[in-house]
């Protein structure tokens, strides 16, 4: 049988994890092809400052839940036989106050805050926090076990899965989407392109998606253990600004977050806001240094990444683009990593109608 010849253009975790879904058909022979790769930190690349951890956002019955549900199959898988990968059991627990859906928005966390999500039948132990057990100031409370990934460990393992497969990882910077046609390994052009650029799918030129912005976040990763993932629907400080804590995998330190700021590009951390951070954070979840202050914090690194929102929702879909099919893969917000199995099935999927088109002509 010929081989199909294929890049993705892409490495962050919609890339990697597409790419690897296509190397499990055998006909395909795929290039990843990206300015970014793992290893990088840059405010070009989100995939390497998100927490990250499995707390759905999307609203039910729609594909973006189908999408969720599927990642939970494959990560839950992951986090029960591949310690390699670096993604583990935690509890998550969510914290609600009634104040924060009173008068305004509400903030980005909040909004998806309900005490009965659609997902509370797919992820184990779902549980409402009893009353007495949840902390001074807040109203209600779910608990269920979810999962954490260390991006730091999660990336490299999803280009080792890769490179094992044969996919051949290249360095390459484009202007226009068709330009990666010329990027294949074999020296011959690609049938196809996967468009995996995240952010930047509102700049190259062929894609130019103008519904793409961003959602700055300000993270601060430390040393310091977590009892779980503890997250809550609002805080003092504004609607863009959220708090919560994910304890990462295989010595990952803690992210403590952070805010939603979209439309905000700024690459640099802001130092006060550092501080409301740590603040909100020991007082949501005290055991982090044993009640003290936040002077007792150990600090890794400040980190600010950009999540790539698109205002239409996460874009899975086909087109010829100068006389190439390109699929695309981009506009995962704040939940590339717990979309990331559904989204890149589906754009498998695509992959297969197109070159199924194709080959009629
Ligand atoms: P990216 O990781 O940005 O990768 C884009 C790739 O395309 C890069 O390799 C880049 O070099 C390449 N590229 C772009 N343009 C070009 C070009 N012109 N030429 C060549 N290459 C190009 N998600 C969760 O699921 N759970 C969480 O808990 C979570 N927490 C987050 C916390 C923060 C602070 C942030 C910032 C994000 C968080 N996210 C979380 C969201 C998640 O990180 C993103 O949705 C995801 O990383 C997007 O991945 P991506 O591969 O689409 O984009």
Redesign the pocket.
């Known amino acids: 049988m010929s081989e199909t010849r294929i890049v993705v ?8 994890t597409t790419a690897l879904l296509l190397s499990r058909i055998a006909k395909y022979n795929i290039t990843v ?5 793992p290893g ?1 930190y ?1 405010i ?12 759905p956002v999307s609203a039910p019955g729609t594909e973006a839940a189908e999408w969720d549900r599927n990642t939970w199959t494959e990560l839950e898988k992951l986090a029960r036989h591949s310690p390699e990968a670096g993604v583990h059991f935690q509890d998550a627990f969510k914290y609600i106050r009634n104040t924060d859906f009173e008068g305004s928005e509400g903030s980005a966390l909040g909004k998806a805050m309900s005490s009965d999500p659609w997902y509370k039948d797919i992820v184990p132990n779902f549980r409402k926090i009893p009353k007495s057990q949840l902390p001074a100031g807040f109203d209600d409370g779910t608990c269920f076990r979810s999962v ?2 260390n ?1 730091a460990i999660y990336l490299p393992w999803l280009t080792s899965e890769c490179l094992k497969a044969g996919v051949v990882l290249k360095r ?4 226009h ?1 068709s330009e ?1 046609a010329h990027m294949h390994h074999s020296g011959q052009k690609a049938e196809l392109i996967v468009n ?6 509102g ?2 030129g062929g894609v130019e998606d103008k519904s793409m912005v961003p ?5 601060v990763l430390v040393r310091n253990e977590a009892i779980g993932i503890v997250s809550c629907s609002g805080t003092d400080d504004g609607d863009d600004e959220v708090c ?1 804590v ?1 304890p990462r995998a295989a010595g990952g330190g803690t ?1 403590l ?2 805010c939603y700021q979209e439309g905000n590009w700024d690459s640099q951390f802001d130092p006060n806001l550092a501080n409301r951070i740590m603040k909100r954070a020991v007082e949501l979840c005290p055991s982090l240094t044993d009640g003290k202050g936040i002077e007792h914090l150990s600090v890794i690194r400040h ?6 929102v698109r205002l239409r929702g996460t874009r899975i879909e086909k087109e010829k683009i100068n006389g190439v099919w390109v699929v695309h ?12 199995y559904g989204c890149s099935q589906a754009a498998v999927k695509l992959v297969g109608e197109a070159l199924a088109v194709r080959a009629r002509l």
């Open positions: 253009v892409g490495a962050g975790v919609a890339g990697l092809a990206a300015k970014h790769m990088d840059d070009e690349y989100a995939s390497p400052w998100a927490g990250a951890d499995y707390l954490c990934i991006t390459g910077v484009f202007g989407i990666a995996c650029t995240g952010l930047s799918a700049k190259i959602a700055r976040g300000q993270t919560y994910i992210i977050g952070g980190g600010v990444g950009l999540r790539p893969n981009y506009g995962h917000g704040g939940y590339g990593y717990q979309s990331s």
